[in-house]
């Protein structure tokens, strides 16, 4: 991706969001973004991508072993849960008091 225009998504850390693709697809599981790489169109979801991996002992962790941990997936096979809707919505920005907020195609709420 460019360095020039920074992206703009419309998915924030602490947002709740579906898997739309991949091999966690679920639409009806909400599930909490636990972080969001924009430079890399990437984000960090909970359950989602478990990976496996191999550590060597440590100081810090002495038994060392297999340690399972979630990894970021792309940020368009994500789509954010609308509570009142019961699924994954599209969303559009407008400004409203001069801050942005995100509003909800199918029920025209603002999503907190």
């Not at 002495?62 to 609308?82: C, F, P, Q, Y």
Request: hydrophobic residues 35%; positive net charge.
């Amino acid at each position: 991706m460019s360095n020039r225009f920074k992206p703009k998504f419309n998915i924030k850390k602490g947002d709740t969001v579906v898997v739309i693709a991949g091999d966690d697809k679920d639409a009806k599981k909400p599930r909490k973004v636990l972080e969001v790489f924009p430079e890399k169109s990437r984000v960090l979801v909970e359950g989602v991508n478990i990976v496996t991996r191999h550590t060597k002992p440590s100081a810090r962790n002495t038994r060392g072993g297999i340690v399972k941990k979630e990894a970021a997936i792309h940020i368009s096979n994500v789509m954010l849960w609308d509570a009142k809707a019961g699924a994954g919505v599209k969303v559009k920005r407008s400004r409203e008091n001069g801050k942005l907020i995100r509003i909800s195609k199918e029920t025209g709420e603002a999503i907190k």
